[in-house]
């Protein structure tokens, strides 16, 4: 092996480590010894003359120049590894591993359809789904792309428009608020997200009717605030995705007045020259597939 070669494999292990979040689990994916990776890790650093990580027992961290050579490390290898796709036999598919951020509101059967089409699709291509309403870091928690309902990513970020979600203001019918005649304000119980400022919520809920919010339970849990509603506790805003079989059934019901608001869901990934085959492909499909054409 060559000087090259250990920079390069290097270079791959370190990328394994910032993905993987530890040097044991970099070791298990790449299927290596640990004092190995260390070896690799300790040669790079002496190489570049500079330290990449903090690590101790129990944590560890990027440095500054760690966070600086890791996402410009990622592009060379991503083009590298496109290069030696283009010219290689059988490797013109899109194929490993794709980590996805999305929403918690996604665990639905119609994204699950979604996924299972995509794999029929693109056999070769795993995924690794991690659904939370935190809005992760991308580049440094190693996400390949995430679902989001923004139009204004971070500048370094780009972000291609898959679909409108539209969140209905619904309360189990048992539950719904009846209004009195002649009094100009009611509360209305609510189950509203942590993660959002209210004022964006009550903006929705006071514009076309007479009530005002009354905040019974915060969650960062859209499941189970969905679950909380459907129990009578109160009103919540959740998107169409996930109470549209309710609405129609009666189980749950909309609140009156156009309390409905609609954003725009978006594929958020890290902007690079050249997309790796396995993210274009899951992204050129969602776009199809939930009514955005591929961009031009």
Known sequence: MTPADLELTGLRVFQAIVEAGSFSAAADRLGMAPPMVSKHIARLERTLG?????????????????????????????????????VGQGQSRPRGELRISAPVWCATPRFAGL???????????????????????????GFDVALRMTAE???????????????????APGAMPVPLVG?????????????????????????????????????????????????G??????????????LASGRLAKLPGNADFEGTLHAVY??????????RSFIDFLAERLGYRPAE
């Open 115 to 141: 996924l299972a089409e995509y794999r029929r699709a693109f056999p070769e291509v795993r995924l690794d789904l991690h659904l939370d309403n935190r809005m992760v870091d991308i580049v440094s928690e």
């Open 183 to 231: 009094v100009a304000s009611q509360p209305v119980p609510m189950v509203v997200p942590n993660y959002l400022q209210l004022e964006r919520l009550k903006h929705g809920l006071n514009e076309g009717t007479r009530w005002r919010m009354d905040a019974v339970m915060k969650s960062s849990d859209t499941t189970l605030s969905y679950h909380a509603v459907v129990a």
């Open 270 to 279: 890290a902007s690079r020259r050249q997309m790796p085959l396995k993210l």
């Open 153 to 171: 990513p971070a500048p370094q970020l780009i972000a291609r428009p898959l679909c409108p979600i539209v969140f209905h203001l619904v309360v």
């Open 50 to 86: 500079a330290r990449l990580l903090h690590r101790t027992s129990r944590s560890m961290s990027l440095t500054e120049a760690g966070t600086a050579f890791y996402e410009q490390g990622r592009q060379a290898l991503e083009l590298l590894d496109a290069a030696a796709a283009s």
């Open 233 to 246: 506790m109160g009103a919540a805003f959740l998107p169409g995705w996930l109470v549209e079989h309710d």
